[in-house]
C-alpha cells in the first residue's frame, strides 16, 4: 500500500514562497499521476496541479504562473514550488498518487 508524506507547509506573508514536498512509498506499482489538491474551510477540494509520469502538467487557471509543479520519478517524489502567495492559497494541501491515494494534508496560511 502506497504511503504519502507531506512537508513544507507553514505560515507566510502575501507575496511571499513556499515550496511543498511528497514522497510516496510502500509499493513499487508505477505510479503515472502525481499532484496536489487543496482544500480551504468550508470549501470542497480542488485541484491545484497534476504531473503525470511523462511530464504532462495540469494547473488549476487560479494558480498558473505562480505555482511550478515538478516529479522526481525515480524517487516517487512530486514537489509544488509556491511563489507571489496571496491570502487566498490559504488551505490544506493534499497530494495524490494516481487520484486514489492521499496524503493526510499540509496547512498553508497566507497572512500578514
Known amino acids: 500500500q502506497v504511503q504519502l508524506v507531506e512537508s513544507g507547509g507553514g505560515l507566510v506573508q502575501p507575496g511571499g514562497s513556499l515550496r511543498l514536498s511528497c514522497a510516496a512509498s510502500g509499493s513499487d506499482f508505477s505510479i503515472h499521476t502525481m499532484g496536489w489538491y487543496r482544500q480551504a474551510p468550508g470549501k470542497q477540494r480542488e485541484l491545484v496541479a497534476t504531473?503525470?509520469?511523462?511530464?504532462?502538467?495540469n494547473y488549476a487557471d487560479s494558480v498558473k504562473g505562480r505555482f511550478t509543479i515538478s516529479r522526481d520519478n525515480a524517487k516517487n517524489t512530486v514537489h509544488l514550488q509556491m511563489n507571489s502567495l496571496k491570502p487566498e492559497d490559504t488551505a490544506v494541501y493534499y497530494c495524490?498518487?494516481?487520484?486514489?491515494?492521499w496524503g493526510q494534508g499540509t496547512q498553508v496560511t497566507v497572512s500578514s
Open positions: 495524490t498518487a494516481n487520484f486514489l491515494m
Open positions: 504531473i503525470t509520469r511523462g511530464g504532462i502538467i
